[in-house]
């Protein structure tokens, strides 16, 4: 079930984000991204995050654990004023497979419907050939690919997907 994040869920969470970091970034981040050091520092930058209510933070919980993170609000990209951004998807190793990515993704997009937005941007490393392609499965196109630099040293992408009324089932 997608809920609400809430305050006992930020350790959760922050797991998650960080084990797949780990596991699916490690050939084409920055090392020092991936380390120990690297993953306390994301830990911290999550919490903030979550405690600032920047973005609506929404898990997916099964059987009182949760699984997976959803994170969504105004993009950044002063290129794309009023696009809707999807910030994080992650799901945890165990239940991946099993369409929760989708299910989370088809849920952003109606959290930019319902506030009239009519473009979702999604950014994700250019490496990152799975996710790319479990995006364009679900309506993404790409749109432009930029070197990220400091402190990621990988090229991003990223991808559009039009919704809106005529997009409601």
């Known amino acids: 079930m997608i809920r609400p994040l809430r305050e006992e869920d930020y350790s959760a969470a922050v797991a998650i984000v960080n084990d797949g ?6 050939e084409y981040v920055n090392p020092a991204l991936l380390s120990d050091a690297g993953c306390r520092e994301r830990a911290a930058e999550l919490e903030r995050d979550f405690r600032s209510r920047r973005l609506e ?4 919980e ?3 654990e949760v699984l997976a993170l959803l994170s969504a609000g105004d993009t950044a990209d002063r290129d794309r004023p009023g696009a809707f951004e999807i910030w994080r998807v992650y799901v945890a190793k ?3 497979g099993r369409g929760i990515g ?6 952003g ?6 506030k009239g937005r009519r473009e979702v941007v999604i950014w ?4 990152n050939t799975a996710a790319l392609a479990f995006y364009r499965s679900h309506g993404y196109s790409l ?3 930029e070197e990220l630099g400091e402190p990621y040293m990988a090229e991003g992408v990223r991808l559009i997907k039009r919704v809106g009324e005529e997009d409601s089932p």
């Open 21 to 26: 970091w780990r596991t699916v970034y490690g």
């Open 57 to 60: 933070e929404h898990v997916w």
């Open 62 to 64: 099964e059987a009182g």
């Open 94 to 96: 165990k239940a991946q």
């Open 102 to 107: 989708g299910r989370l993704l088809a849920y």
């Open 109 to 114: 997009e109606a959290l930019a419907r319902e």
């Open 124 to 127: 994700a490393f250019r490496k």
């Open 143 to 145: 749109d432009k690919t």
